[in-house]
């Protein structure tokens, strides 16, 4: 069977039919954050995608991501609707995991607390829920021991990111929904991290919604980038591409990844040379 023929019977993994947001709605400080935003994300059996929204800074990315995630002020729409998995947004919930730009951990719990955090507040015994967490801190490439006992302001940026992702994948979410995660790290470090996420992602087998500000980072780890364009915020093209099937550092050397990146560089700078005119989308 195709995909198209496994996924069509199935409930989109994400989908959003006409969505607004607007913020402070009826007071001088309304913001048309995103405007009549649509997309359908399928659920593909036993593989899930990864989708990259990349665009300008304000043109709605972290908007998307949050309302998907269910949490306010972003959730609910103002108009129009959010489907995860055939159902209606209600508010966050395990089926859907969040992994920020910012480190997010709890600075007085250790490595291994932090990762167990999520199991512990589903109940899990002690020892399940550090068993689990052990694991899931050599998945992402760090010292169960070593690193598990560490505090986080112990930790480099990119273990801490690698943390992040643990204590998110051990609640095995079926969406993961990334904001930017690697964005403040240096680009060897990046590198790393998006092999990690590849693999990763091939294991648990879940839908990842990935924002970025990186054209690379987007045509590498996508297999569909939604690029966005800005005043207000929108879904400008949509790109299919192949999925990430080799190390970063591989992919990143070969032609059509070079043609890809370039064709995306300039239409970025056209949609940000738009946002810049006085009236927004101009002509
Ligand atoms: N809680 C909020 N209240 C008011 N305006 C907001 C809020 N969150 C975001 N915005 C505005 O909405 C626009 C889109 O924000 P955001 O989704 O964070 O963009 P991005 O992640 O692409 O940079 C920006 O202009 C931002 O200033
Ligand atoms: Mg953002």
Redesign the pocket.
Known sequence: MTDAATSADRPAAVEFHRVTKI??PATP?E?V?ISDVSFTIPDIVDHGEISSFL??????????LRLVAGLE??HPPTSGTVHVLGRPILGPASDRGMVFQDYTSFDNRTVLDNVAFGLECQGMSRDDRHALARDWIAKVGLDPDRDGAKYPHELSGGMRQRVAIARTLVLRPRIILMDEPFGALDPATRLDMQDLLVALWREVQATVLF?THSVEEAVYLGDRVFV?ATTP?RIAEEIRLPAASAPARETQSQPWFHEQVQALHARMQRIEAEARRPNGRGG
């Open positions: 913020y402070a400080r913001y954050a665009g300008p800074s304000g043109c709605g990315k972290s908007t998307v002020p972003q924002v966005m915020g």
